[in-house]
């Protein structure tokens, strides 16, 4: 099994494993190149989950359509500037339809969470090193390492994290305890990066929300939430080769 196991975030869709895998080796490449450190390919997993949220539009669901009517109307009209609320007032249309989609499924799907688990199972095994999460990755990941404590994963790699935003918080499985959130189960070492101007990440420091976490900040320039960046940088690079070494 992979020694690292990367775990995408949300609007991958209508990508897959492998072109996912193919677009964040050489970036992982990258940042570990600035620590003297190398991986082979297979050493590097993707758990991949974006297909569970493809529609299929062969299929009639009324409750889809109608859950995400109501869905809709109620990001648009989200103030403030946490989580969803910044992106349905600074997001595109298309992007916002996406997000609309995106939270439906999970609103309408119960057994998602589940799904994805088992696909962080099938991706994470004994020789599962460390496990960065990007975006919505993130919560995935810490997610199926708080319910899989029996795991060896000795580093999780966060990136461009939503798990501070308030809105994320307060939903979390394993829900906080005042105002604590539970360790992610068999991590010894915790890295968590946010890149100046990424609003996915705008509760950058996890460490008083979850403890002993090794917050750090990059600058990714204009692409400030976009995965390559993030995992191209020194800091990503020195985390990985640390747990590896």
């Not at 590097?44 to 809709?72: H, K, M, N, Q, T």
């Not at 600074?90 to 969470?113: I, K």
């Not at 990941?141 to 000795?154: F, G, I, R």
């Amino acid at each position: 099994m992979a020694r690292i196991v990367m775990v995408h975030g949300a609007f991958n869709e209508l990508w897959g494993p492998n072109e996912l895998k193919a677009r964040w080796l050489p970036a992982l490449r990258d940042g570990l190149w600035h620590n003297d450190a190398v991986v082979d390919d297979a050493d590097v997993a993707v758990c991949f989950y974006g297909d569970l949220f493809r529609r299929d539009p062969e299929v009639d669901d009324a409750d889809f359509e109608a859950s995400r009517a109501g869905i809709a109307e109620s990001l648009s009209n989200l103030g403030g500037e946490d989580g969803l609320a910044a992106l349905s007032q600074a997001a595109n249309a298309a992007v916002f339809d996406r997000t609309v989609d995106m939270v439906t499924t999970m609103a309408t799907n119960p057994n998602l969470r589940d799904q994805i688990l088992d696909r962080m199972r099938a991706a994470v095994g004994a020789d599962t090193r460390v496990v960065i999460g990007h975006s919505l990755g993130s919560i995935v990941a810490w997610s199926a390492l708080c319910a899989c404590p029996e795991w060896a994963v000795d580093t999780l790699i966060t990136l461009g994290s939503p798990l501070g935003v308030p809105m994320v918080f307060d939903g979390l499985h394993p829900t906080p305890v005042d105002g604590t959130g539970a360790w992610p189960g068999s991590v010894r070492r915790w890295v968590n990066i946010a890149a100046v101007g990424d609003k996915a990440a705008a509760v950058s420091q996890l460490a008083p929300l979850f403890g002993d976490v090794e917050d750090r900040r990059v600058d990714n320039g204009h692409r400030a939430h976009d995965p390559e960046p993030y995992l191209n940088a020194a800091v990503t690079g020195a985390a990985v080769a640390a747990a590896l070494a």
